[in-house]
Each structure stands twice: as C-alpha cells, then as structure tokens.
C-alpha cells in the first residue's frame, strides 16, 4: 500500500491562492490524484497526475485554475490552486492507484490508499 500526507491546506480569500502538497511513502502508484468533499457533499474528483509520465487528467472545475505536479525525487505531488471561490472550501484527500490504467482515472473511487486530508477554507 500507498502512505499519504497532505499538508498546505487554510484560510484564503477568494482570488487567492494555496499550495497543496503530499508526501508518498511505501510503493510506487501508477497515478495520484486530488479529490476533495464540502460538508454534505460526495467526493469530488479535482485532477490527477501519473508518476511516471506527463498525463494528467483535471475536473471542469479544475482546468484554467488549479496545475497538479509532482517531484519526483521526493515522492511529493501537489496541487497549485489560483483564483480560489468559495465553493472551493472543502476538505481535500490525497489518492494513489496502483493499478496501470491507459490515462489516470478521474473516477475517485477508483483509488484505493487515502490521506487523511487538509482542510481548504476561501472566504468571500
């Protein structure tokens, strides 16, 4: 299994920007992905990126706003949120899929190891 840590989570003003970050340890994923959850609300996909490669998958909400990256010498993928709205606030998970797929998967449950998340909060 995948361990993951996120970190980089907080308060921002709408406009703003926030970086994401997560900490990998333990094996390598084919791909790794944020999802996020508002209060009652299901997950949500935001975008994913493969470990070995450039593809990268981004929700609608996501693409022109936040770039998902990772370095690879620290095991470290994160995710660049500019022009922030408040219906952005949620809680948002780091995911690893170990399974080889054609194109990094936008379905969340798809999945299968968990951090256990950073809260975003954007005030209006």
């Known amino acids: 299994q995948v361990q993951l840590v996120e970190s980089g989570g907080g308060l921002v003003q709408a406009g703003g920007s926030l970086r994401l970050s997560c900490a990998a340890s333990?094996?390598?994923?084919?791909?790794m992905a944020w999802v996020r959850q508002a209060p009652g609300k299901e997950r949500e996909f935001v975008a994913a990126i493969v470990w070995n490669g450039d593809n990268t998958s981004y929700a609608e909400f996501a693409k022109g706003r936040f770039t998902i990256s990772r370095e690879n010498v620290k095991n470290t993928v994160h995710l660049q949120m500019n022009s922030l709205k408040p219906e952005d606030t949620a809680v948002y998970h780091c995911?690893?899929?170990?399974?080889?797929?054609?194109?990094?998967?936008?379905?969340?449950?798809?999945?299968?190891?968990w951090g256990q998340g950073t809260q975003v909060t954007v005030s209006s």
């Open positions: 333990g094996r390598i994923p084919y791909a």
């Open positions: 995911a690893a899929d170990e399974t080889r797929r054609t194109t990094p998967s936008t379905r969340w449950y798809q999945y299968a190891s």
